[in-house]
């Protein structure tokens, strides 16, 4: 079965305006109208490095306890939970380079590795 969503936990966290860590959150495998709408943007015709903030607000689908995530929280993230994330988004859309056939050392059993499971640092 593909999986389409990805839990992570982000290095340092974002900070609420109350205060409150957020680290925790999950990530879905992006469609084609999320890599495309973003193209319409004003902003992201303004700067092209824009376009990875929509597209990060439109995957992150949760982030600790936050009622949503969109484009302004991360904005407001450090640049290491940024890179983090834009690291992630490159695996989770990466189908081949994340799954690989191994075989077990003890049993000799053949099997398909997800790496991306439990993603976490």
Do not use: K, W
């Not at 839990?7 to 609420?16: A, N």
């Not at 973003?38 to 303004?46: M, N």
């Not at 302004?72 to 859309?93: C, G, K, P």
Request: glycine share 6%.
């Amino acid at each position: 079965m593909l999986q389409t969503e990805y839990e992570f936990t982000l290095p340092c966290g974002y900070i609420d305006q109350h205060g409150n860590l957020h680290r925790d959150g999950i990530m879905r495998r992006a469609m084609a109208l999320d890599e495309i709408e973003p193209l319409a943007d004003q902003r992201v015709r303004a700067n092209e490095a824009y376009l990875i903030i929509l597209l990060l607000g439109r995957v992150v689908t949760s982030l600790g306890t936050l009622p949503s995530v969109g484009a302004v929280v991360i904005e407001r993230l450090f640049a290491t939970d940024f890179a983090f994330l834009q690291d992630l988004y490159s695996r989770v859309n990466e189908m081949e380079a994340s799954l690989i056939d191994t075989q077990c050392p003890a049993c000799q059993t053949r099997f398909t590795l997800n790496l991306l499971e439990g993603y976490n640092e």
